[in-house]
């Protein structure tokens, strides 16, 4: 990532978090665990507590900083933005941070700056000045779930392998297990967001 890269042009160009919610399409994705990705979404964003009061305290302590402002790359579709984006939400909510979403498929050029391991992987939280300048970002995954999807990736490098999608498949549901166990995977991301703003403010 460009450290001179600008996305003031983007701003505006996305829509709410609350309208993304809201116009979600519902599917089931059996393989994470989800039967309704809209209800599983909702439920996600609307029980998520801070379970840690330092973590509200850093996050609240963010509003001095008035010229943040937050984009988030994902779709839909995705089971890890099903999970994740609910807590982007919410913390960019406890920092008075400015969000809009971008759906990936209307903003490939921009999503293509922030891939993962090549591939677009989402969602991206892309942290920036309100002048554009960006300063940071988050995602797709938590570090150690991620770590499964790399593990994955090293040992199946040949997508034409016979066992290779059931393989992935089996990949898909470890991580959707991964999820569903507790909110292990919120406090990581907490200490990942908390790590990224150290470095920006």
Sequence with gaps: MSKSLNLKHKIGQGISPHSFMENMEIRTMELSGIPNTKEQMILNYETFSWTCAEDELFFGSIRDHEDLYCLILCTDWCP???WNVP?????MEQARIATEVLK????LETMDLFLTDGGRAQPIAVLMKTSGEVLG?????PAYIQA???RFKANHPDKQEPKYQESLNETYREIGSLYRTGNEYQRVMLEELKELFSGMV
Excluded: Q, S, T, Y
Aim: no cysteine; net charge negative; proline share 0%.
């Design 104 to 107: 990936m498929e209307d903003h």
């Design 148 to 150: 499964v999807m790399d």
């Design 80 to 82: 890890d933005v099903i």
């Design 87 to 91: 807590v982007l939400f919410r913390v």
């Design 137 to 141: 970002k988050w995602g797709a995954r």
